[in-house]
T-cell receptor, first 114, second 108 residues
Framework: DAGVTQSPTHLIKTRGQQVTLRCSPK?????VSWYQQALGQGPQFIFQ???????QRGNFPDRFSGHQFPNYSSELNVNALLLGDSALYLC?????????????FGPGTRLTVL | GQNIDQPTEMTATEGAIVQINCTYQ??????LFWYQQHAGEAPTFLSY????GLEEKGRFSSFLSRSKGYSYLLLKELQMKDSASYLC?????????FGTGTRLLVSP
């Protein structure tokens, strides 16, 4: 059973560009949450997708958007990249749209914005 | 709003017991979570508390006091592999907020 997978592993972009990150949840999971983790900080909640809809959103601008597909996989899109967007982007899956059901994290995508 | 505080760093020796504290202020509080994160790796779930009291899971226990906005993670019989960051996270209104993490260094 594959756990949570994310692609790509690493990515380098320049300011102003756009990026798409992908996440496949653990088998049997239907909920995907995205987090941004800067170096030395805890993960910051971006948003959660359940039943193909964005359920909740953290304090992130509209440049951050996402999508969930019928197979429960998800994408995170970031437009007009800023230097401050450089971070590890983590995807976590669970089931039933609840954080009380254990979340499993993927290995993350390391984004560097130059 | 939501705010979480936990110590930045702690040190302990192999075989000892360590307690990592976490205080939180969370609107619509629904539960408190602890995650372990080794350097360069993704966080892994350790425990969660919804009601007041102690939850025990092997060498790890977590405590919650909702009235005090306080939790702790207790690690017993420390092993070198327990050197990691320990993240406290609270859920409120279906948003999960993490603290900055406590880096635990276990020495021989």
């Amino acid at each position: 059973d594959a756990g949570v997978t994310q692609s790509p592993t690493h990515l380098i972009k320049t300011r102003g560009q756009q990026v798409t990150l992908r996440c496949s949840p653990k088998s049997g999971h239907d909920t995907v949450s995205w987090y941004q983790q800067a170096l030395g900080q805890g993960p910051q909640f971006i948003f959660q997708y359940y039943e193909e809809e964005e359920r909740q959103r953290g304090n992130f601008p509209d440049r951050f958007s996402g999508h969930q597909f019928p197979n429960y996989s998800s994408e995170l899109n970031v437009n007009a990249l800023l230097l401050g967007d450089s971070a590890l982007y983590l995807c976590a899956s669970s089931w039933g749209g609840s954080f009380l059901n254990e979340q499993f994290f993927g290995p993350g995508t390391r984004l560097t914005v130059l | 709003g939501q705010n979480i505080d936990q110590p930045t760093e702690m040190t302990a020796t192999e075989g000892a017991i360590v307690q990592i504290n976490c205080t939180y202020q969370t609107s619509g509080f629904n539960g408190l979570f602890w995650y372990q994160q080794h350097a360069g790796e993704a966080p892994t779930f350790l425990s969660y508390n919804v009601l007041d009291g102690l939850e025990e899971k092997g060498r790890f226990s977590s405590f919650l006091s909702r009235s005090k906005g306080y939790s702790y993670l207790l690690l017993k019989e420390l092993q070198m592999k327990d050197s990691a960051s320990y993240l406290c996270a609270s859920e409120g209104f279906q948003k999960l907020v993490f603290g900055t993490g406590t880096r635990l260094l276990v020495s021989p």
